[in-house]
Nanobody
Framework: VQLQASGGGLVQAGGSLRLSCAASGLTFSTHVMGWFRQGSGKEREFVASISWSGLHTYYTGSVKGRFTISRDSRKNTVYLQMNSLKPEDTAVYYC???????????????????WGQGTLVTVSS
C-alpha cells in the first residue's frame, strides 16, 4: 500500500499550486482521503478530507474558500487545489487514507491508516 504525493514547490503569496496523491495497493473507492500539513516547529494539522464517493468534503477554517479537494477514481488520485496562497500555508503536505464507505469524514490524524511521504509547499511573501 502506497500513497505518493507530489506537486509541492515554491510560489509567491497569492499564487496557486495543485497537489496530487496517487494511491496504489488499496481499493481507492472504499477510502476516505485526507490532506494534512505540518509547518516547521508545528504539529500536524488537518487541511481537508473527501468521502469515498467524492460527494462530501470538509475543510479546516483557514483554507475554506481557497483550497479544493477532489478525487479521480479512474486514476486512484486525490488532489488539493490551493489558490490565494499565504505565507502561513508553508508546510509539508501529507495525504492520508482511511477505509470507510459510510460517508463519514475524518479530521484527526490518528483516524487515518495510510500516509504518504509528504510534499513541501513554500509560499514567499
Amino acid at each position: 500500500v502506497q500513497l505518493q504525493a507530489s506537486g509541492g514547490g515554491l510560489v509567491q503569496a497569492g499564487g496557486s499550486l495543485r497537489l496530487s496523491c496517487a494511491a496504489s495497493g488499496l481499493t481507492f473507492s472504499t477510502h476516505v482521503m485526507g490532506w494534512f500539513r505540518q509547518g516547521s516547529g508545528k504539529e500536524r494539522e488537518f487541511v481537508a478530507s473527501i468521502s469515498w464517493s467524492g460527494l462530501h468534503t470538509y475543510y479546516t477554517g483557514s483554507v475554506k474558500g481557497r483550497f479544493t479537494i477532489s478525487r479521480d477514481s479512474r486514476k486512484n488520485t486525490v488532489y488539493l487545489q490551493m489558490n490565494s496562497l499565504k505565507p502561513e500555508d508553508t508546510a509539508v503536505y501529507y495525504c492520508a487514507a482511511k477505509k470507510d464507505y459510510s460517508g463519514r469524514l475524518y479530521d484527526v490524524a490518528y483516524e487515518y491508516d495510510v500516509w504518504g511521504q509528504g510534499t513541501l509547499v513554500t509560499v514567499s511573501s
